[in-house]
């Protein structure tokens, strides 16, 4: 019997410094990634690569025999990366080197700062994929939309009418507090799923498979970098692979949540909410209150390892309704400005002054005659601020 060979595709992203601000990536630091990552490929290190950027974050697409979590793969990416920001310091880029929150690179870029989503299958005939790289929000951005590609019927025609998705998919979420995942089953476990990952900021979409035969369907990035670093370095900016065609949701399916721009958190200085933007690729930048949040979407045929490729998929007049409705919706929200729901919840703001201010004005507050301390509820914000101070 002909062994089958496996493919693996990772997708590895560090904000390493930017132009102008945290606006976008330099053309100079892509070129000192794109030559590692050229010269690892001749060694064989690596079978193919796409260096790009999302906004500010420099995004290495790579294509190998190695497996996820390769040592030697996510050691090139690591490489990449400090070449790269070098390039940033010398150029006096903003924020140069941001999220390389180590210098001791150990096996594995998990933990040190970049964002990862990693897959490894055997190539169908054809291997349609399409790559997520978002810049100015988190990986719970992520969700919404792995939720209507994989679920929602109403968004996949595919579940109702191709008998090869009938099934459905089986969604593995990562609680990021706590570093566990739990396995559910759609659609007889929606409601259950739908109960955790409306919470973006926790329950994290981590990774999908088909049902029926387990085969690896999409794989998200779940780094969340205020919670490595114990301190606000910066956006978590996420990435995720999809499978496409031919037994997986159409390319088309895959990209029809977008359509419609949810509200994301993440937006100017990771406190404030705002419509993600699907752009392409020369409109990856985040200038307007440092956004608002936008997504890339690349398409590749994978052949043999290789990509093939790619196709700048939002850069199409069917999105520009889309894009105008993410104006609309980011000039209303912006109007309420330090307030929330536009300003994010205490316990998730990147910046925050609060304690200060609350320190400040503690002997000021003056009991009211009359009322009561109120009980407090146990609330959702509750634990995650128990767990956000660990
Ligand atoms: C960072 C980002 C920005 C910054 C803001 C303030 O990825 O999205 O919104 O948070 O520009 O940055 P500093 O504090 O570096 O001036
Ligand atoms: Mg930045
Ligand atoms: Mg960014």
């Known amino acids: 019997m002909v062994e089958k060979k496996l493919t693996t595709v990772s997708v590895i992203k560090a904000d390493i ?4 601000g945290h606006h976008v990536v330099h053309p100079d ?11 690892a490929k001749i060694k064989g290190v690596i079978e193919d690569f796409y260096v790009t950027n999302a906004g500010d974050d420099l995004e290495l697409i790579m294509t190998h025999r190695k497996g996820v ?3 030697e793969v996510h050691g090139l990416a690591w490489e990449a ?3 790269a920001a070098k390039v940033s310091k010398d150029l006096g880029l903003y924020a140069a080197g941001q999220d390389l929150l180590s210098d001791a690179f150990s096996g594995n870029v998990r933990g040190l700062g970049p964002g990862v989503a990693e897959m490894e299958f055997v190539e169908r005939p054809s291997e349609p994929i399409v790559v997520f790289m978002a810049d100015k929000t988190e990986p719970g951005a992520f969700n919404l939309p792995m939720f209507k590609i994989f679920a929602d019927p109403f968004n996949t025609a595919g579940l109702v009418v191709d008998p090869k998705l009938h099934d459905g998919f089986k969604f593995e979420v990562f609680d990021v507090f706590e570093g566990r995942s739990v396995e559910l089953f759609l659609p007889e476990e929606m409601y259950d799923l739908l109960a955790i990952i409306g919470t973006t900021g926790r329950y994290i979409v981590r990774r999908v498979y088909r049902k029926k035969d387990n085969e690896i ?7 969340r970098l205020g919670l490595m670093a ?4 910066g956006k978590d900016d996420p990435v995720a692979v999809v ?3 031919s037994g997986f949701p159409a390319v088309g399916e895959v990209l029809e949540p977008f359509a419609t721009p949810h509200l994301v958190a993440g937006w100017m200085r990771g406190s404030h909410y705002g419509p993600i933007m699907p752009v392409p690729l020369r409109y990856s930048k985040c200038t307007r209150f440092d956004g608002p949040p936008r997504v890339v979407a690349l398409g590749f045929q994978v052949k043999e390892a290789k990509l093939v490729g790619p196709a700048d998929l939002f850069d199409d007049p069917a999105f520009d309704n889309s894009r105008r409705t993410a104006e609309v919706v980011a000039d209303y929200i912006r109007r309420m400005g330090p307030f929330m729901p536009h300003r994010l919840g205490p316990e998730e703001m990147e910046y925050t002054t609060l304690p200060e201010v609350l ?3 503690k002997d000021r507050f003056k009991a009211v005659a009359g009322e009561p301390k109120a009980k407090k509820p146990k609330i959702e914000s509750e634990l995650l601020s128990t767990h956000a101070a660990d």
Do not use: H
């Open 17 to 20: 410094g930017s132009l102008a």
């Open 29 to 39: 630091t892509l070129a000192a990634a794109t030559k590692i990552l050229a010269e």
């Open 69 to 71: 979590d390769s040592p």
């Open 81 to 83: 990366f400090k070449e």
């Open 217 to 223: 369907a999409a794989a998200v990035s779940v780094e």
């Open 230 to 233: 114990g301190r606000y370095v």
């Open 243 to 245: 499978r496409a065609q």
């Open 359 to 361: 320190e400040r004005l």
